[in-house]
């Protein structure tokens, strides 16, 4: 692992944790699944860049899905 790759972790980590605690909170399908995905996909994903842009793209998810 390296420092990138657990810099990027820990920041979607916690902007996962946000949107779940958000989710469950407003009970809100979209956040709270983007928050669990987003706390589970830095242990799958070795490429830093690669984890980059994923978490980038989960985390727009919300803003453009809505139910």
């Known amino acids: 692992m390296t ?10 980590g916690s902007i996962g944790f946000g949107y779940f605690l958000y ?14 995905v987003l706390m589970v996909i830095p242990y799958f994903i070795p490429n830093a ?10 985390t727009a998810v919300p803003y453009f899905v809505r139910f």
């Open 23 to 36: 989710g469950k909170k407003q009970r809100a399908i979209v956040p709270f699944l983007c928050g669990l």
């Open 3 to 12: 420092t990138a790759q657990l810099l990027w972790g820990v920041l979607f």
């Open 49 to 58: 860049v690669l984890l980059a842009l994923t978490g980038a793209a989960i």
